[in-house]
Each structure stands twice: as structure tokens, then as C-alpha cells.
């Protein structure tokens, strides 16, 4: 089973609007972290938000909020306000365990978000 | 954060020959990581570099096909041996730490295999 499940392969966006890329994770780990990745054509990986599972509130960065639902277990990403340099791959990935060193990530198959003028 | 380059950004090699892959931190980090991604695809983690030891590979990837090595907190690099152009992809180097919610990449090297 996949671990993070991206079900957009693509979506598009009027600029200025608020667009949700959506999230869903399997783990059966208490303790665990996921992450929202922007990679422009140029292919860098860009970090942009982070969320703890026992964070209780949801994490936001700037124009990035992330609608965090547990019990769904889904990890949406929202932008607000898009941007026409938000035109990017998004990828959603987590990391599972608590403790010691296990900070290897396991990533989604992304969505590609086009932002339209 | 962490700044993290690669060198090099990109290059074309021959089948049959290798590529060493350079990734330096610019802080000390507990972790570092190879990831692959090969054309249209996501990221795939290949190995983590241990410091001082051997790498810790994931199920696909050989310590013959890519060896690693991590001599100190901030420097790692990558060999992809005897290429195919299967082997063609984007290698990208991470750290993590010290904090668990920061993890960040280097740039990619882009690896086309003729």
C-alpha cells in the first residue's frame, strides 16, 4: 500500500485564487512528520511547510497552510492567493518513528499545480 | 536552515562509466541522504550516509552500484557506477537535523547516460 497518496495528478488555478492540494498518509506509527515540497522545472527541491502529528494546531507558512485532519489522515496543502511563480510541482511526503535518527522521508507522486493569468 | 550545493549541476556521461556526486552542508547535520528521481517520477530514497561507516541502503539499491561515503558531518558523495541510461535521473542530496521537522535538499544533478 502506498504510504502518501496524491490523488491530482495535475490542477489548475486562476491567479489570485486559493487552491488545495490534497494529501492522504498510512502509518501506524503515533509519532511521525509530513512535509509539502515545491520543485520548479529547474528540479531543486524547495521546502515549504511541516507538520507534527502531535501538533495541534495546523502548521502555516506565509501564503502555505496545511489542513491537517488526523482522523482522515490527510495533509492537504493550501496556497492562498497563487502566484504565478506557485507553477510548480508539489510533492507531500512523511516521515515516520519517533526518536533516534529515522528521518528518511517517503514522498507522494506529486501533483503539478499551473497557476493561469 | 541548511544550504546544501552539489556539484556537479548536471552532466552527460558514457554507458559504462561512473559519476561521483558531490553534496557539502554548510552546518552540521545529523543526517544525509541520496535521493533519485528519475524522468516524470517522484523521489526515491536510495541510501543514508553514515558518517564514518558504511551507508545504509534501501531495498533496490547495491553499495556496488552506489557507494557512498561521508568522512565528516558536512560532506557526502554519491558514485553511480558502470551507468546505463536507465540510469539517467536527477540524484538530489539531503540533510536533516537537528531539528525533526528540517530537512532540506541540494539542487540536483541532473545525469543523462548515453
Known amino acids: 500500500a502506498q504510504k502518501i497518496t496524491q490523488t491530482q495528478p495535475g490542477m489548475f488555478v486562476q491567479e489570485k485564487e486559493a487552491v488545495t492540494l490534497d494529501c492522504t498518509y498510512d502509518t501506524s506509527d503515533q509519532s511521525y512528520g509530513l512535509f509539502w515540497y515545491k520543485q520548479p522545472s529547474s528540479g531543486e527541491m524547495i521546502f515549504l511547510i511541516y507538520q507534527g502529528s502531535y501538533d495541534e494546531q495546523n502548521a502555516t507558512e506565509g501564503r502555505y497552510s496545511l489542513n491537517f485532519q488526523k482522523a482522515r489522515k490527510s495533509a492537504n496543502l493550501v496556497i492562498s492567493a497563487s502566484q504565478l511563480g506557485d507553477s510548480a510541482m508539489y510533492f507531500c511526503?512523511?516521515?515516520?518513528?519517533?526518536?533516534?535518527?529515522?528521518?528518511?522521508?517517503?514522498f507522494g507522486k506529486g501533483t503539478l499545480l499551473t497557476v493561469n493569468p | 536552515s541548511a544550504v546544501i550545493s552539489q556539484k556537479p549541476s548536471r552532466d552527460i556521461c558514457q554507458r559504462g562509466t561512473s559519476l561521483t556526486i558531490q553534496c557539502q552542508v554548510d552546518s552540521q547535520v545529523t543526517m544525509m541522504f541520496w535521493y533519485r528521481q528519475q524522468p516524470g517520477q517522484s523521489l526515491t530514497l536510495i541510501a543514508t550516509?553514515?558518517?564514518?561507516?558504511?551507508?545504509?541502503?534501501e531495498s533496490g539499491f547495491v553499495i556496488d552500484k552506489f557507494p557512498i561515503s561521508r568522512p565528516n558531518l558536512t560532506f557526502s558523495t554519491l558514485t553511480v557506477s558502470n551507468m546505463s541510461p536507465e540510469d539517467s535521473s536527477i540524484y538530489l542530496c539531503?540533510?536533516?537535523?537537528?531539528?525533526?521537522?528540517?530537512?532540506?535538499f541540494g539542487p540536483g544533478t541532473r545525469l543523462t547516460v548515453t
Open positions: 511526503a512523511m516521515r515516520e518513528g519517533r526518536g533516534g535518527s529515522n528521518y528518511k522521508l517517503t
Open positions: 539531503s540533510a536533516a537535523g537537528p531539528g525533526r521537522n528540517e530537512q532540506y
Open positions: 550516509a553514515n558518517q564514518g561507516s558504511e551507508a545504509t541502503y
